[in-house]
């Protein structure tokens, strides 16, 4: 199988630019800020009242809210941000929005070249960079079951169908090929209104021979070594 295009599926619908895991330099889209120069958002600060500006290579832009039901619907995501995870010979396209109250991430494709991969997010919502998994950072994991856990991954004794905090599509992965999730700020105790900075690493995993992340070099229990995005705080 060919190596598919970044964007290749969502862009007849997604005005997205793309960021390959092995190669995080991408092109300024109009419908969004990742680039290979900084990102930058700004907003007045409801608590100061002094702007409240953030710069990442990758922004996470403010968009609709979403039903975290396994179908990409282009109006949820038109204007999201997509990063490609390199799998073999194909890749996963990773959708990134928030609308203001849940950070939405949409995986898709997770079932090509007879692999069915399964996604996590890791997520630091202080963005502190610690250099070991602590005590307020969060693992998010999708297969049959819902699975999330602050301050332990691979928490999978407190996996259930239907976790009451935070939506994503549990199930194999059926016809479209995809799982979403949406997240509540709340839940990760990030508040706009002073920080819009977090650190953010994505993974699919088969849960036995393949696990690939993006950034590239970034290691699961290494904080440290997450991506920073910047939240856009315009809504």
């Not at 969004?32 to 290579?57: H, I, K, Q, R, Y």
């Not at 039901?69 to 073999?88: C, F, K, M, R």
């Amino acid at each position: 199988m060919m190596r598919t295009a970044p964007c290749a599926l969502l862009m007849m619908f997604l005005g997205c630019s793309s960021t390959s895991a092995a190669d995080t330099d991408t092109d300024t889209d109009a419908s969004t800020s990742t680039g290979s120069e900084e990102s930058s958002t700004a907003a007045d600060s409801s608590s100061t009242g002094t702007p409240l500006v953030c710069e990442a290579e990758t922004m996470i832009p403010a968009g609709a809210a979403i039903d975290a039901n396994g179908t990409i619907d282009p109006l949820e995501w038109a204007g999201a941000t997509v990063v490609a995870i390199p799998v073999q010979a194909t890749e996963v396209n990773v959708i990134l929005s928030h609308d203001g109250a849940n950070l939405n991430v949409g995986f898709q494709p997770l079932a090509e070249g007879g692999l069915i991969m399964f996604p996590e997010l890791y997520i630091d919502p202080m963005n502190d960079k610690s250099v070991m998994f602590g005590a307020d950072d969060w693992w998010f994991h999708t297969d049959d079951q819902e699975c999330g856990a602050q301050g332990m991954l691979d928490a999978w004794p407190g996996c259930v169908d239907d976790n009451p905090d935070w939506d994503s599509t549990p199930g194999l992965v059926g016809p479209a090929n995809a799982v979403e999730y949406s997240i509540p700020f709340a839940l990760l105790g990030i508040d706009l209104s002073t920080s819009c900075e977090i650190g953010l690493a994505l993974r699919v995993t088969n849960t036995q021979t393949v696990a690939e992340i993006w950034p590239a070099e970034s290691d699961r229990n290494e904080p440290v070594t997450w991506a920073t995005v910047a939240l856009d705080t315009s809504l």
